[in-house]
């Protein structure tokens, strides 16, 4: 029985928590360029995401077996971080590739103006901070929550279709794609650590490789 309640609890959290997050990421990628509200509403939109992780249970960083080495985190944090890199550049030729398409190309411009939105240093911290708080919810709280449904089917899907709040192609795309990795490295490493390093890498890829590789090319 504890077990069942425990469950219901981290399904109820995780329920409520995505469509408080859904909300404030359309608000927050809704504002206009240059807009003071974007900190405030991204800031809420982070702490909804680590509150809804924290409120859900604990949450595993990695799979942890009896008479595991000194250092043995030290595998899925170098997944996380080649898979991060190797995602940013695959990230970026894409939208580079996707860019000569006159259709695409004011979703690609909308991307860049939400990277490039006020003080440069504070974005990073934004976009780092909700990276790391995503994969807590999603591959940590909701994954947990669906362990006997497809959790990895699941919360790609679930990820994308919180995205789709914000109207964008190119983040929609980008999130079933990040999405679906990140799920992988949940299911092989049995944790959250390498999905929230590579989320925070292919962040900072795309706040500060993407915009600078599309203005030289442009």
Same mark, same amino acid.
Do not use: K
């Given at each position: 029985?504890?077990?069942?309640?425990?469950?219901?609890?981290?399904?109820?959290?995780?329920?409520?928590?995505?469509?408080?997050?859904? &909300? /404030? +990421? $359309? @608000?927050?990628? #809704?504002?206009?360029?240059?807009?003071?509200?974007?900190?405030? %509403?991204?800031? *809420? !939109?982070?702490?909804?995401?680590?509150?809804?992780?924290?409120?859900?249970?604990?949450?595993?960083?990695?799979?942890?077996?009896?008479?595991?080495?000194?250092?043995?985190?030290?595998?899925?944090?170098?997944?996380?971080?080649?898979?991060?890199?190797?995602?940013?550049?695959?990230?970026?030729?894409?939208?580079?590739?996707?860019?000569?398409?006159?259709?695409?190309?004011?979703?690609?411009?909308?991307?860049?103006?939400?990277?490039?939105?006020?003080?440069?240093?504070?974005? &990073? /911290? +934004? $976009? @780092?901070?909700? #990276?790391?708080?995503?994969?807590?919810?999603?591959?940590?709280? %909701?994954?947990? *929550? !669906?362990?006997?449904?497809?959790?990895?089917?699941?919360?790609?899907?679930?990820?994308?279709?919180?995205?789709?709040?914000?109207?964008?192609?190119?983040?929609?795309?980008?999130?079933?794609?990040?999405?679906?990795?990140?799920?992988?490295?949940?299911?092989?490493?049995?944790?959250?650590?390498?999905?929230?390093?590579?989320?925070?890498?292919?962040?900072?890829?795309?706040?500060?490789?993407?915009?600078?590789?599309?203005?030289?090319?442009?």
């Amino acid at each position: 029985m504890a077990a069942a309640g425990a469950r219901t609890r981290r399904i109820l959290v995780c329920a409520i928590t995505a469509v408080v997050g859904t &909300v /404030l +990421l $359309a @608000l927050s990628l #809704g504002t206009a360029p240059g807009d003071s509200r974007f900190y405030g %509403l991204t800031l *809420a !939109l982070a702490a909804t995401w680590g509150l809804g992780a924290a409120l859900s249970g604990p949450l595993p960083l990695w799979r942890s077996r009896a008479g595991d080495r000194p250092g043995q985190a030290a595998r899925p944090a170098l997944a996380g971080v080649l898979t991060g890199l190797s995602l940013t550049l695959v990230s970026t030729m894409g939208a580079l590739v996707l860019a000569q398409v006159e259709s695409l190309r004011s979703a690609i411009d909308d991307v860049i103006d939400i990277a490039q939105q006020g003080s440069y240093p504070v974005v &990073v /911290l +934004l $976009a @780092l901070l909700t #990276g790391s708080v995503e994969e807590l919810f999603f591959r940590g709280a %909701l994954y947990d *929550a !669906l362990r006997d449904w497809h959790p990895a089917e699941v919360t790609v899907a679930a990820y994308a279709l919180i995205t789709v709040a914000t109207g964008n192609l190119m983040l929609i795309v980008a999130a079933v794609l990040l999405g679906g990795v990140t799920a992988r490295q949940r299911q092989v490493t049995g944790g959250v650590l390498a999905p929230i390093l590579t989320h925070v890498i292919w962040s900072l890829g795309m706040v500060s490789v993407l915009p600078a590789v599309l203005e030289v090319t442009s």
